[in-house]
């Protein structure tokens, strides 16, 4: 078994009977099992959620490298930039 205990990749997840219940619908709805339905949400999900806090990031860092005393512009994005109604 290359050394790993049956059960060591395995998550054990608690989640909100609405959910479950969402999720089980799903399954049922694809003829899947629950367990590859989870699966492939996650697959799925994971990328998004690296990119958005990827993105995130990178909008912090360009906050933070801001000039404090430059004066907002149409090119930073600053306040002037956006129509207030």
């Not at 608690?14 to 089980?24: G, H, I, N, P």
């Amino acid at each position: 078994m290359n050394g790993r205990l049956r059960g060591q990749h395995s998550i054990k997840l608690f989640v909100s009977t609405e959910m479950k219940t969402r999720l089980a619908a799903l399954a049922a709805e694809l003829d899947r099992p629950l367990a590859e339905v989870c699966r492939t949400l996650m697959a799925m999900g994971l990328p998004i959620l690296e990119g958005a806090e990827a993105a995130r990031r990178s909008g912090v860092e360009f906050i933070l490298n801001e000039d404090p005393d430059a004066p907002p512009s149409a090119s930073t994005g600053g306040p002037t930039s956006v129509p207030r109604p």
